[in-house]
């Protein structure tokens, strides 16, 4: 190791000479042990037995080269049985506190944000023109503090070049960008009156201010280990220190002259520097999947010579790192983020962000994605409980959120402040979860307050859902770290400056809580078996021997230098190339240092990010020279990496290696010998033509879909409403009206009817769309109900019925049971009949099915074969014909008009369309009947190897989110065994 010590220049009108000893340490092993090794020769010499360090002060970039720097030196005294005084550490960004005395307490981020909103708001609109087109409006508390929160931002960037808003004046052009710059300093003025009424202060004005006075000071010596990358206001306040600063510096001493005098990176000097890599040490791969299973190969490969705690796993972007976790736990490696997560990340952060959508919208949708998070769901629970009879059924009860999500899928009710259709049976289940989250959610109701006083109720409403969790405190559970994080930050905005908090709404005060917890960290839990997965910041000062790269790719490494729209154009220039040429100096000295400190490192460059957009090859790549350089990334783009086939340890042992290539996450649930259904309706045989497995996970386990997310009535649905319609007319005194306008006007009131009974008047707009829709062809299902009572028919029943049963279910007076007997065993049969018509003058009967489409009868019963012949699809109506003694109708079944009441969209296809089949036919399809009732009763229910062309139970696939059981109340349910 070699030291100098030098004069550097600031940009701008100050001049310093840095006291800073540089020490360069060589690229042949990791800094931290140089570090490590220097720092304990400069043990104190009050005691030669002890390693006394305490009157040091090291600065570091990163946490993570902190912790490893402080168990290299604890290692070292223990070690040599020595006592270990530590040196007091700091991240490079708490350098500047270090170097003066602060006239006042610093100003938080937050309370920074809001003298500057404060500053912004009372600013007159033609000023506050010249920084944003729209000013927000006067109350609008969001929209001044994210104005606030950028302008912040600017000063941070502006003060970290050792500038001031009055110096980017002077730079400036005259015209718009001077005028701008004007209101932007005489707005900082008035943003530091503000601090100083609070008594706080701004870091950067506060530290810019002992710059300009020659004031910075240290009392006590400085090391910086790799701080290669300092800010020009933190270099010009090392400049006045008359404290020793050491400079410890990656690189040998012939490399001196690429490093400022502070040991800081001079970015013209590493244009042309060229990395020592290998071809060999670059994988092509394509998306992060693939990218991922290249990670998993190379731990695989560098397993062999090296344990858990000598791997690091690197990334260039946090989107690669779930990919990577999600491999690792495949093969049962367990790993350590050290970037750790943020409350966003965690069930904390989705609470509140469902919270605020809830408290903006007040919507039914947005109140049962709330009650799914997982801490509602057992409050409400929990609640709903308490107040169910003790004498209620569990089997027999629905359940709270299969009826809100019934509700939703059904009646797509909107506002939460609406009543709800008072004939559903999920109305009062839906109305008690409401209620008891406006119980939860009541403090935040209350008046306008200032923020710490919202803090603390919010505070209150988060501790009455996680009140288990903050009892338990389980140190490696996520949640109940952000509960903590999160109860601490909101304790600590009570002491937020009075001066500077005002009264606001309660939805702004919890959206602007939830956005300041959204972004507070949370560390992993590190331990000796878990490889270690670090940002690409932390990967130059890592020591493990053997390091996998994911994602040496454009835009990650280097990072490129967002523009700000606020600079002048000609400062913005320079900043951004600066800044651009500072970056991809610190990410080719980071490389080299990863490529020389250690026996193995591999770079994975990959072709795709996590969300599908093209990542070119990284430009450190030119690093080389122009034949290596174009070589490796035409053989990254065109070439591919050998395949490798990785297992983990347990499967081996299982043998279980016979494919690897397909893993069954979910299988669907095989059927059960002996469990089938004893009544079947008329929907089922079809449904069980289609795939007797889907039939079975109806009718047998009694699952049918449920989806809450639609926004608008599906097909079937849309034929529930037309049928209803038409069903109350038919119960009406117009029923046998013969003028087309009257019975258009009844099938209209009584289609509003049953729109407001199903619906009600608080339902989504597409819903009332598709009333109008079923409206328009009702009006020409009119015409032809008209041409129909010309005719001399007459409506006679509507919604028919048989079933099973003894006893008829309204009068409860003995029936005959309808069923079927094969074999012996009797089976019974369900069914119901939109319409059943009388022409009295012919003594003559039609059996009618309302349908929303076009087809005629022949078309969904028959299926044309490729050899000419057709096969039965549905027997709904073979089976019609089968229940019409059983209906009460004194009319031979060949005798009884089978057909469609087609209610299509086009008006030409609304008609009535009866049924063509021949006797022979009917015989068919009464085999099949028997056939099918056959096959149920043995349980025979095999997948359809074509499997169905509409899928109600893709979700058993994951594709989609939920099943419940079928209601045995339902009369289109079956009775299963």
């Given at each position: 190791?070699?030291?100098?010590?030098?004069?550097?220049?600031?940009?701008?009108s100050?001049?310093v000479?840095?006291?800073c000893?540089?020490?360069?340490?060589?690229?042949?092993?990791?800094?931290?042990?140089?570090?490590?090794?220097?720092?304990?020769?400069?043990?104190?010499?009050?005691?030669?037995?002890?390693l006394?360090?305490?009157?040091w002060?090291?600065?570091?970039?990163?946490?993570?080269?902190?912790?490893?720097?402080?168990?290299?030196?604890?290692?070292?005294?223990?070690?040599?049985?020595?006592?270990?005084?530590?040196p007091?550490?700091?991240?490079?960004?708490?350098?500047?506190?270090?170097?003066?005395?602060?006239?006042?307490?610093?100003?938080?981020?937050?309370?920074?944000?809001?003298a500057?909103?404060?500053?912004?708001?009372?600013?007159?609109?033609?000023?506050?023109?010249?920084?944003?087109?729209?000013?927000?409006?006067?109350?609008?508390?969001?929209?001044?503090?994210?104005?606030?929160?950028?302008?912040?931002?600017?000063?941070?960037?502006?003060?970290?070049?050792n500038?001031?808003?009055?110096?980017?004046?002077?730079?400036?052009?005259?015209?718009?960008?001077?005028?701008?710059?004007?209101?932007?300093?005489a707005?900082?003025?008035?943003?530091?009156?503000?601090?100083?009424?609070?008594?706080?202060?701004?870091?950067?004005?506060?530290?810019?201010?002992?710059?300009?006075?020659?004031?910075?000071?240290?009392?006590?010596?400085i090391v910086?280990?790799?701080?290669?990358?300092?800010?020009?206001?933190?270099?010009?306040?090392?400049?006045?220190?008359?404290?020793?600063?050491?400079?410890?510096?990656?690189?040998?001493?012939?490399?001196?002259?690429?490093?400022?005098?502070?040991?800081?990176?001079?970015?013209?000097?590493?244009?042309?520097?060229?990395?020592?890599?290998?071809?060999?040490?670059?994988?092509?791969?394509?998306?992060?999947?693939?990218?991922?299973?290249?990670?998993?190969?190379?731990?695989?490969?560098?397993?062999?010579?090296?344990?858990?705690?000598a791997?690091?796993?690197?990334?260039?972007?946090?989107?690669?790192?779930?990919?990577?976790?999600?491999?690792?736990?495949?093969?049962?490696?367990?790993?350590?983020?050290?970037?750790?997560?943020?409350?966003?990340?965690?069930?904390?952060?989705r609470?509140?962000?469902?919270?605020v959508?809830?408290?903006?919208?007040?919507?039914?949708?947005?109140?049962?994605?709330?009650?799914?998070?997982?801490?509602?769901?057992?409050?409400?629970?929990?609640?709903?409980?308490?107040?169910?009879?003790?004498?209620?059924?569990?089997?027999?009860?629905?359940?709270w959120?299969?009826?809100?999500?019934?509700?939703?899928?059904?009646?797509?009710?909107?506002?939460?402040?609406?009543?709800?259709?008072?004939?559903?049976?999920?109305?009062?289940?839906?109305?008690?979860?409401?209620?008891?989250?406006?119980?939860?959610?009541?403090?935040?109701?209350?008046?306008a307050?200032?923020?710490?006083?919202?803090?603390q109720?919010?505070?209150?409403?988060?501790?009455?859902?996680?009140?288990?969790?903050?009892e338990?405190?389980?140190?490696?559970?996520p949640?109940?770290?952000?509960?903590?994080?999160?109860?601490?930050?909101?304790?600590?905005?009570?002491?937020?400056?009075?001066?500077?908090?005002?009264?606001?709404?309660?939805?702004?005060?919890?959206?602007?809580?939830?956005?300041?917890?959204?972004?507070?960290?949370?560390?992993?839990?590190?331990?000796?078996?878990?490889?270690?997965?670090?940002?690409?910041?932390?990967?130059?000062?890592?020591?493990?021997?053997?390091?996998?790269?994911?994602g040496?790719?454009?835009?990650?490494?280097?990072?490129?230098?967002?523009?700000?729209?606020y600079?002048?154009?000609?400062?913005?220039?320079?900043?951004?190339?600066?800044?651009?040429?500072?970056?991809?100096?610190?990410?080719?000295?980071?490389?080299?240092?990863?490529?020389?400190?250690?026996?193995?490192?591999?770079?994975?460059?990959?072709?795709?990010s996590?969300?599908?957009?093209?990542?070119?090859?990284?430009?450190?790549?030119?690093?080389?020279?122009?034949?290596?350089?174009?070589?490796?990334?035409?053989?990254?783009?065109?070439?591919?990496?050998p395949?490798?086939?990785?297992?983990?340890?347990?499967?081996?042992?299982?043998?279980?290696?016979?494919?690897?290539?397909?893993?069954?996450?979910?299988?669907?649930?095989?059927?059960?010998?002996?469990?089938?259904?004893?009544?079947?309706?008329?929907?089922?045989?079809?449904?069980?033509?289609?795939?007797?497995?889907?039939?079975?996970?109806?009718?047998?386990?009694?699952?049918?879909?449920?989806?809450?997310?639609?926004?608008?009535?599906a097909?079937?649905?849309?034929?529930?409403?037309?049928?209803?319609?038409l069903?109350?007319?038919?119960?009406?005194?117009?029923?046998?009206?013969?003028?087309?306008?009257?019975?258009?006007?009844?099938?209209?009131?009584?289609?509003?009817?049953?729109?407001?009974?199903?619906?009600?008047?608080?339902?989504?707009?597409?819903?009332?769309?598709?009333?109008?829709q079923?409206?328009?062809?009702?009006?020409t299902?009119?015409?032809?109900?008209?041409?129909?009572?010309?005719?001399?028919?007459?409506?006679?029943?509507?919604?028919?019925s048989?079933d099973?049963?003894?006893?008829?279910?309204?009068?409860?007076?003995?029936?005959?049971?309808?069923?079927?007997?094969?074999?012996?065993?009797?089976?019974g049969?369900?069914?119901?009949?939109?319409?059943?018509?009388?022409?009295?003058?012919?003594?003559?009967?039609?059996?009618?099915?309302?349908?929303?489409?076009g087809?005629l009868?022949?078309?969904?019963?028959?299926?044309k074969?490729?050899?000419?012949?057709?096969?039965?699809?549905?027997?709904?109506?073979?089976?019609?014909r089968?229940?019409?003694?059983?209906?009460?109708?004194p009319?031979?079944?060949?005798?009884?008009?089978?057909?469609?009441?087609?209610?299509?969209?086009?008006?030409?296809?609304?008609?009535?369309?009866?049924a063509?089949?021949?006797?022979?036919?009917?015989?068919?399809?009464?085999?099949?009947?028997?056939?099918?009732?056959?096959?149920?009763?043995?349980?025979?229910?095999?997948?359809?190897?074509?499997?169905?062309?509409?899928?109600?139970?893709e979700?058993?696939?994951?594709?989609?989110?939920?099943?419940?059981?079928?209601?045995?109340?339902?009369?289109?349910?079956?009775?299963?065994?």
């Open positions: 190791m070699e030291s100098t010590s030098g004069k550097r220049e600031t940009p701008g100050r001049s000479a840095t006291r000893e540089r020490v360069f340490c060589g690229w042949d092993e990791p800094l931290l042990q140089h570090a490590a090794r220097w720092l304990i020769e400069q043990r104190g010499t009050g005691s030669s037995a002890a006394d360090l305490s009157g002060d090291v600065v570091l970039p990163s946490s993570r080269a902190i912790t490893r720097l402080r168990e290299k030196l604890a290692e070292a005294a223990r070690a040599n049985r020595c006592e270990y005084r530590s007091r550490f700091y991240l490079v960004g708490q350098l500047p506190g270090l170097l003066y005395r602060r006239p006042a307490e610093w100003a938080t981020d937050f309370e920074q944000s809001l500057w909103a404060r500053v912004l708001s009372a600013t007159d609109t033609e000023s506050l023109k010249t920084l944003v087109p729209t000013p927000p409006e006067p109350d609008a508390t969001a929209p001044w503090l994210d104005l606030a929160s950028t302008l912040r931002r600017l000063w941070t960037k502006v003060a970290a070049e500038m001031t808003f009055a110096e980017v004046q002077a730079k400036t052009e005259a015209g718009a960008e001077q005028r701008r710059w004007e209101v932007l300093g707005a900082f003025d008035l943003y530091r009156r503000e601090l100083q009424s609070a008594e706080r202060c701004d870091p950067y004005a506060a530290a810019l201010d002992k710059v300009a006075s020659g004031q910075c000071r240290a009392s006590r010596p910086l280990v790799g701080a290669s990358d300092l800010s020009e206001m933190v270099k010009a306040m090392l400049g006045q220190v008359a404290a020793p600063v050491t400079a410890l510096v990656a690189a040998p001493q012939s490399d001196a002259d690429r490093f400022d005098a502070t040991g800081c990176l001079i970015p013209e000097r590493w244009k042309e520097h060229r990395l020592p890599l290998g071809d060999e040490q670059l994988v092509p791969a394509t998306g992060v999947d693939d990218q991922s299973r290249a990670v998993i190969e190379a731990l695989a490969d560098f397993g062999q010579e090296h344990s858990v705690d791997i690091t796993i690197g990334v260039t972007d946090p989107s690669q790192i779930e990919p990577i976790e999600n491999h690792c736990r495949l093969m049962k490696v367990p790993t350590y983020r050290h970037m750790g997560w943020t409350v966003a990340e965690t069930s904390v952060g609470l509140l962000d469902l919270l959508t809830y408290r903006q919208r007040r919507t039914w949708r947005a109140l049962a994605a709330l009650v799914r998070h997982a801490a509602v769901y057992q409050l409400i629970d929990r609640s709903w409980n308490s107040s169910q009879p003790k004498t209620a059924s569990p089997k027999r009860s629905k359940g959120l299969t009826s809100l999500d019934q509700l939703l899928s059904e009646a797509f009710p909107r506002g939460i402040d609406h009543p709800l259709p008072a004939t559903r049976q999920e109305t009062a289940a839906a109305n008690q979860v409401r209620d008891c989250l406006q119980e939860w959610l009541a403090p935040l109701d209350r008046s307050r200032p923020i710490r006083k919202w803090s109720v919010l505070l209150e409403v988060l501790e009455s859902v996680y009140a288990d969790t903050i338990t405190e389980a140190i490696d559970d949640t109940s770290l952000a509960v903590t994080a999160t109860r601490r930050v909101l304790l600590e905005l009570e002491n937020l400056s009075e001066s500077l908090d005002a009264p606001i709404e309660s939805l702004a005060a919890l959206e602007l809580l939830t956005n300041r917890i959204a972004d507070i960290p949370l560390s992993d839990s590190a331990t000796a078996e878990k490889i270690e997965i670090l940002g690409w910041l932390d990967l130059a000062l890592d020591d493990a021997p053997a390091l996998v790269v994911c040496l790719n454009h835009p990650y490494v280097p990072e490129a230098a967002a523009s700000d729209p600079l002048p154009s000609s400062l913005q220039s320079a900043l951004s190339q600066r800044v651009n040429d500072r970056r991809y100096a610190r990410d080719v000295h980071a490389m080299h240092q990863m490529l020389t400190s250690r026996s193995e490192v591999r770079f994975l460059v990959g072709t795709h996590a969300d599908g957009s093209p990542t070119p090859p990284s430009r450190l790549l030119a690093a080389a020279s122009p034949d290596d350089a174009a070589r490796r990334v035409c053989g990254i783009l065109t070439e591919h990496r395949a490798m086939s990785v297992v983990s340890q347990d499967a081996c042992m299982e043998d279980q290696v016979a494919d690897q290539s397909h893993i069954d996450y979910f299988r669907p649930p095989p059927s059960q010998p002996g469990r089938t259904v004893e009544t079947l309706s008329v929907t089922a045989f079809s449904a069980y033509l289609a795939c007797p497995y889907r039939f079975y996970l109806r009718y047998v386990l009694g699952l049918r879909p449920l989806d809450d997310s639609t926004l608008e009535l097909a079937n649905q849309f034929g529930d409403l037309v049928h209803g319609a069903e109350y007319f038919g119960e009406s005194k117009a029923k046998d009206e013969p003028d087309p306008d009257k019975i258009a006007a009844e099938l209209t009131a009584q289609l509003h009817r049953y729109a407001s009974e199903y619906y009600g008047d608080n339902t989504a707009s597409t819903v009332q769309i598709q009333v109008r079923a409206e328009r062809r009702l009006k299902v009119a015409l032809r109900q008209a041409e129909r009572i010309a005719q001399g028919w007459r409506i006679h029943a509507v919604e028919a048989v099973e049963l003894d006893f008829d279910r309204k009068t409860k007076k003995p029936k005959q049971p309808t069923g079927i007997l094969i074999d012996g065993k009797f089976t049969l369900r069914g119901r009949f939109d319409r059943i018509d009388y022409h009295p003058e012919l003594d003559r009967w039609a059996i009618l099915d309302y349908k929303t489409h087809h009868p022949e078309k969904k019963h028959l299926k074969l490729p050899d000419g012949s057709v096969q039965w699809v549905d027997l709904q109506l073979p089976l019609y089968r229940f019409i003694p059983d209906l009460g109708i009319a031979d079944p060949i005798d009884v008009e089978l057909g469609y009441f087609n209610v299509a969209e086009k008006d030409a296809e609304t008609k009535i369309n009866l063509t089949f021949t006797q022979s036919q009917f015989d068919q399809a009464d085999e099949l009947i028997h056939d099918c009732v056959r096959k149920i009763r043995d349980c025979q229910f095999e997948s359809h190897p074509a499997g169905v062309q509409y899928d109600d139970y979700m058993m696939f994951n594709e989609s989110i939920n099943t419940v059981p079928v209601d045995d109340e339902c009369e289109t349910s079956e009775v299963s065994r």
